[in-house]
């Protein structure tokens, strides 16, 4: 008698399963390849304007600006211009407190950009409301005239120098470059145009009439001055002296 077998039956083998080819990837068209050639220009290009910003606005956090493209300017028309500058250790502190109570009284209380006064600016239909802070990123880095590609520009430097720049050295650059008559630039240089005087020695009323000739320097005088500037004047000396009580001069004087 045959012996039956107690092994069990092994399952057959199942095939294996056949591999799926490759897809095949398909190349991509001129205007593909375009698109994405003018995508890498876009982002190294803004990266490079960025790195080129953040490192000039590094730089003069620590070196005073030697020119200004506006002093520049000016010194091609005019061949000569006048500017010496001051620490602000310098400068008769009444007329830091001066400018900030003529050009922006809330210069303490913003990070470049005062959202209300150009919301009002905007609500009236008129320009103004440059703060300090945009009024030095205009003067030191770009160009002057009315452009919106350089409104645009001068909105997004202005945060950057506030957060590498201290409140201090906003008002110090700001004193340094600003013109107070054709061909003088900074306060030094005025001080002495109009009064005689080194910046350290200015008095509440000659800072306040320095002050109230910045928005048009060319056409007022702070030693000659018209009704309209001495009222002016009067008006920024007690500004100055109110930002003084009310802790509004504090961020650029300790």
């Known amino acids: 008698m045959a012996e039956t077998s107690t092994a069990k039956k092994r399952p057959a083998k199942k095939p294996a399963p056949k591999k799926k080819p490759a897809p095949k990837t398909e190349k991509l068209g001129l205007v593909d390849r375009m698109r994405r050639f003018v995508r890498r220009v876009v982002f190294w290009g803004i990266l490079a304007v960025f790195s080129f910003a953040l490192l000039w606005t590094l730089l003069y956090a620590v070196i005073n600006p030697p020119t ?3 002093m520049r300017a000016e010194a091609h028309r005019l061949v000569n211009i006048k500017q010496d500058w001051v620490d602000i250790e310098d400068i008769a502190p009444v ?3 001066s400018v900030v ?3 922006d009284a809330n210069f303490c209380l913003h990070w470049g950009l005062d959202v209300d006064a150009i919301q009002d600016a905007v609500e009236r239909g008129r320009g103004g409301a440059s703060t300090i802070s945009q009024q030095v990123v205009k003067n030191v880095f770009l160009w002057h005239g009315r452009s919106w590609a350089r409104k645009a520009i001068e909105a997004l430097w202005t945060p950057l120098t506030e957060a590498i720049w201290s409140k201090r050295r906003i ?3 700001y004193l340094n470059v600003a013109e107070f008559d054709e061909g003088v630039f900074g306060v030094q240089a005025a001080a002495r145009h109009y009064f005689g005087v080194d910046a350290s020695d200015l008095s509440a009323r000659q800072a306040a009439r ?4 910045l928005p048009s320097p060319k056409n007022r005088s702070a030693s000659n001055p018209s009704t309209f500037t001495r009222n002016r004047a009067a008006s920024i000396m007690s500004g100055a002296a109110t930002i003084a009580a009310d802790g509004r ?3 650029f004087e300790n």
């Not at 320095?210 to 000739?213: D, E, G, N, V």
């Open 95 to 97: 007329m830091a407190r």
């Open 210 to 213: 320095l002050a109230a000739i």
């Open 68 to 70: 200004t493209p506006y």
């Open 101 to 103: 109570a003529a050009e």
């Open 171 to 173: 008002v110090e650059i």
């Open 249 to 251: 001069s504090d961020c």
